[in-house]
């Protein structure tokens, strides 16, 4: 069964940081990738989506890795601003449906 | 274009009672998912509609839920008999590209308390 896990939980950066979020899954068979944004009593927004053939994907300046050998995937965010303040999904499709399984998500404040 | 939608953006009901949820998914997306998001569980899902073909119900956690995709279009979700454990926020997704490239779009979700 496949397993999705974010570190940190939380994270609170100052205006102007570059940061990492982490995502790590346990069944490297995948079709893809994805990183989702949430805004509190919001649904999800799709950020970037990176096809198991790829190692990275960029959307102003957001920039994703994935390294399916070792199971892990990065969120880059750079010169961070108080509008990126929400929490933030990855999930990978797996499963009978191609269901997506979510990770617990990192909540990320962005102090002014 | 137009999003996912779902209705209604809350509900609040009493224990026992049932209750409906609707999406309406992007206009020709062919697969349709529900989610469901609770504070102690994260994202689980649900139950998941292909075209015409028979739905796949395997994350459904009790026989009081069930769902129905008319016309290939909109799904309604239903609770029979709700708990408490039920309340949570019930999410759409859908989407139309397989493979590699398949993305899922989600909805606004429905927030459920029962009490």
């Known amino acids: 069964k496949q397993e999705v896990t974010q570190i940190p939980a939380a994270l609170s950066v100052p205006e102007g940081e570059n940061l990492v979020l982490n995502c790590s899954f346990t069944d490297s068979a995948i079709y893809n990738l994805q990183w989702f944004r949430q805004d509190p009593g919001k649904g999800l927004t799709s950020l970037l989506l990176?096809?198991?053939?790829?190692r990275e994907q960029t959307s102003g300046r957001l920039n994703a890795s994935l390294d399916k050998s070792s199971g892990r995937s990065t969120l880059y965010i750079a010169a961070s601003q108080p509008g990126d303040s929400a929490t933030y999904l990855c999930a990978v499709p797996g499963g009978s449906a191609r269901q997506l399984t979510f990770g617990s998500g990192t909540q990320l404040t962005v102090l002014p | 274009g137009a999003g996912v939608s779902q209705s209604p953006s809350n509900k609040v009901t009493e224990k026992g009672k049932d209750v409906e949820l609707r999406c309406d998914p992007i206009?020709?997306?062919?697969?349709l998912y529900w989610y469901r998001q609770s504070l102690g569980q994260g994202l689980e899902f649900l139950i998941y509609?292909?075209?015409?073909?028979?739905?796949?119900k395997s994350g459904l956690p009790s026989d009081r839920f069930s769902a129905e995709r008319t016309g290939g279009s909109v799904s309604t979700l239903t609770i029979q008999r709700t708990q408490q454990e039920d309340s949570a926020v019930y999410l759409c997704?859908?989407?139309?590209?397989?493979?590699?490239?398949?993305?899922?779009?989600f909805g606004p979700g429905t927030r459920l308390l029962v009490l």
């Open positions: 997704a859908s989407s139309s590209v397989r493979g590699p490239q398949e993305t899922q779009y």
């Open positions: 206009s020709g997306h062919t697969a």
């Open positions: 509609f292909q075209g015409n073909s028979a739905p796949d």
């Open positions: 990176i096809q198991s053939s790829q």
